[in-house]
T-cell receptor, first 116, second 111 residues
């Protein structure tokens, strides 16, 4: 089946620094990738929809200047958390949609971000 | 606006008992409905979708447009079914349409 990878799987950073998270579709092409945020014991909240070669579409309440998304190729999207603060600590999950008739969506394993 | 409601945060049953995880949605159009499962320390994965009308791992779900529900059912729960289950909705058609998730139900199957 289709596999989505994320790197790193976990990261600890100091407040004020920036962190980049990569999301790759390993064996398929994805014109659309999605970034979610999940707080402990809570649901996935969609942050933004990323389309290859164009600007990401952010959900209401998500700061686009804080959460920079780049989707440079059909297999790679990156999320950069700029000037991270402790409240940005969370589990970030990416998802990629297969270019096919059923548009199935596959999820990465997530990245645990802890901001000190 | 689209919304998915899963009223139960936790559902605890004994092994062999029937299971029903509730999901209700609100959407004026024709939605695509999904159930995703997240086992402990694993990624989210698709369990089933309403258009497939299939049974996966003994689970079934029927879309009831009149009641706007998509409840997940299994006649005999197994311990390995213990996981977090999310109901999700997507507007019909279009690769960029986003998935909207419910808050999830933790299923705990006791031995």
């Amino acid at each position: 089946g289709a596999v989505v990878s994320q790197h790193p799987s976990w990261v600890i950073c100091k407040s004020g620094t920036s962190v980049k998270i990569e999301c790759r579709s390993l064996d398929f092409q994805a014109t659309t990738m999605f970034w979610y945020r999940q707080f402990p014991k809570q649901s996935l909240m969609l942050m933004a929809t990323s389309n290859e070669g164009s600007k990401a579409t952010y959900e209401q309440g998500v700061e686009k200047d804080k959460f920079l998304i780049n989707h440079a190729s059909l297999t790679l999207s990156t999320l950069t958390v700029t000037s991270a603060h402790p409240e940005d600590s969370s589990f970030y999950i990416c998802s990629a949609r297969v270019i096919s008739g059923d548009n199935e969506q596959f999820f990465g394993p997530g990245t645990r971000l802890t901001v000190l | 606006a689209q919304r998915v409601t899963q009223p139960e945060k936790l559902l605890s049953v004994f092994k062999g008992a029937p299971v029903e995880l509730k999901c209700n949605y609100s959407y004026s159009g024709s939605p695509e409905l999904f159930w995703y499962v997240q086992y402990s320390r694993q990624r989210l994965q698709l369990l089933l979708r309403h258009i497939s009308r299939e049974s996966i791992k003994g689970f079934t779900a029927d879309l009831n447009k009149g009641e706007t529900s998509f409840h997940l059912k299994k006649p005999f729960a197994q311990e390995e079914d213990s996981a977090m289950y999310y109901c999700a909705l997507r507007r019909g058609g279009g690769a960029t349409n986003k998935l909207i998730f419910g808050t999830g139900t933790l299923l705990a199957v006791q031995p």
